[in-house]
């Protein structure tokens, strides 16, 4: 399944990958342990693959270390490179050095939704392409290079065709990237933009993936580093990076509410993987969390499955604003109920008209303009707070993932000047806005 060429298959052997302090990678389901390489499911029962570590010691000694190193290191995701799958001087590669996005307390919004104790607002829509992606392909690209690929790709709801274009404009590589071919202007345009290909695929992001994954099994698709198929394991990783980050912002301590989108369900899973590692290591000091999911109605395989008690997630034909989280058969579905379930969160859906009232409202209380993604985040939150399932009184921290103007489009129809006017006073007076 995964793509042999001679280089990657003699760099793999000679155990010459230097991934920092990722040793292997281990099967999520049956803990079977394969080399470093570009493979994502395991051999002997298909689970996920994922990125396995020599970390530091969790005493109170390394700890202060590993701490001291982490505040001295860049403001970017390379802060965290003893804890990522890439090499230590990671940092002096040209890349985008995406991360360390702001962590706004949000006290207008708490006090609109009844939020009594601390809500913030973690904003990556601060990122070199305006969306949380820049984390995770920075991780896939030094996989890439670490495998010897060439070209770099993707299958993509949007924003990850835009982050790899960019990144693979920086590193010097080919990108030829794959999406649905209705997604909004603003991602088409920007992942077009860097240069590399672009292709427009008449079906929806699942189809788009399926034909990714055939496309690997092809040589028209050799020597390619797919950031989010073959490459999975490491671009994954990229995603505990928020929980880091978090963490460290509070002033090294655990929120007690957690809500993030789910598309694929990567990135909450790798969130909740990242907040155990920091435990570990001793960071921060451990204490119950719990972890919210947020889904648009119009594709919500994920909040179907926990409402109906279901441990399988039967997939669906996504029609929503939300076309970033627009996966109708998420690959980490099962994960997410498993992660919200054991930590007492929720997996939560909210309506296209709720997604577009949750963009305006974190627009007018707080100064962040989200894409229809971060609507959906802080719909469900609005709504997980209404009912009493998020306690008010907590430290919650809502995530938004992508750039506003992004999704133009959604609040368009009801968003516009208040007035137009001739360029006299008696003109402005007339359109009643003077003071
Ligand atoms: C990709 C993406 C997500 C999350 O995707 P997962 O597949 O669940 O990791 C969230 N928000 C935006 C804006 C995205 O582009
Ligand atoms: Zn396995």
Redesign the pocket.
């Known amino acids: 399944m995964a793509v042999e060429t001679a280089a990657t298959r003699t760099a793999v052997d000679d155990g010459a990958v230097d991934l920092g302090p990722a040793v292997a990678l281990s099967c999520r389901e049956c803990g079977e342990r394969v080399p470093l390489g570009p493979v994502f499911a395991c051999q002997t029962c298909f689970g996920p693959l994922e990125a396995a570590y020599e970390l530091p010691g969790g005493d109170a000694e390394s700890a202060a270390r590993l701490r001291a190193r982490i505040e001295a290191g860049p403001r970017s995701i390379w802060r965290y490179a003893p804890l990522l799958p890439v090499p230590a001087d990671v940092a002096s590669a040209p890349n985008l050095n995406p991360g360390f996005t702001r962590l706004h307390r949000a006290d207008r919004l708490a006090a609109e939704l009844g939020v009594t104790g601390e809500l913030h607002v973690k904003d990556d829509s601060g990122n070199p392409t305006h969306?949380?992606?820049d984390r995770v392909v920075a991780i896939a690209v030094e996989a890439a290079r670490a495998f010897g690929f060439t070209t770099l790709s993707c299958s993509s709801?949007?924003?990850?065709a835009g982050a790899v274009g960019a990144a693979a404009a920086r590193a010097g590589l080919r990108s030829c990237v794959f999406i649905p071919h209705d997604l909004e202007h603003a991602k088409v345009v920007m992942a077009a933009v860097y240069g590399g290909d672009v292709v427009g695929i008449e079906g929806t992001y699942d189809d788009v993936n399926r034909f990714c994954s055939e496309l690997i099994g092809d040589p028209a698709g050799e020597g390619w580093g797919f950031t989010n198929v073959n490459l999975r394991p490491y671009y994954a990783e990229g995603?505990k990076t928020l929980a880091y980050e978090i963490c460290e912002q509070l002033g090294w301590r655990l929120p007690d509410n957690i809500v993030i989108?789910?598309?694929?369900?990567?990135?909450?899973t790798k969130i909740d993987k990242g907040l155990k590692e920091l435990i570990a290591a001793g960071l921060v000091e451990e204490r119950p969390y719990k972890i919210f999911g947020a889904q648009a109605a119009g594709c919500s395989p994920v909040s179907r499955a926990f409402k109906d008690g279901h441990d399988v997630v039967r997939p669906v034909r996504p029609d929503t604003v939300a076309k970033?989280?627009a996966?109708g058969n998420?690959a980490?579905g099962p994960y997410v109920l498993d992660i919200a379930r054991r930590t007492g969160g929720a997996v939560e859906d909210v309506t296209d008209a709720e997604v577009v009232d949750a963009v305006k409202l974190l627009a007018r209380t707080e100064g962040v303009f989200a894409?229809t993604?971060?609507g959906v985040t802080f719909g469900v939150l609005a709504k997980l707070v209404a009912d009493g399932r998020i306690d008010p009184a907590g430290t919650t921290v809502a995530i938004n993932?992508?750039d506003g103007l992004k999704t133009l489009d959604a609040v368009a129809p009801t968003t516009g000047p208040s007035a137009i006017i001739r360029p006299t006073l008696d003109s402005f007076r007339e359109a009643g806005l003077a003071s």
């Open positions: 969306s949380f992606k709801t949007g924003n990850l995603s989108p789910v598309a694929s369900g990567s990135q909450l970033s989280l996966i998420p980490d894409e993604a971060g993932t992508g």
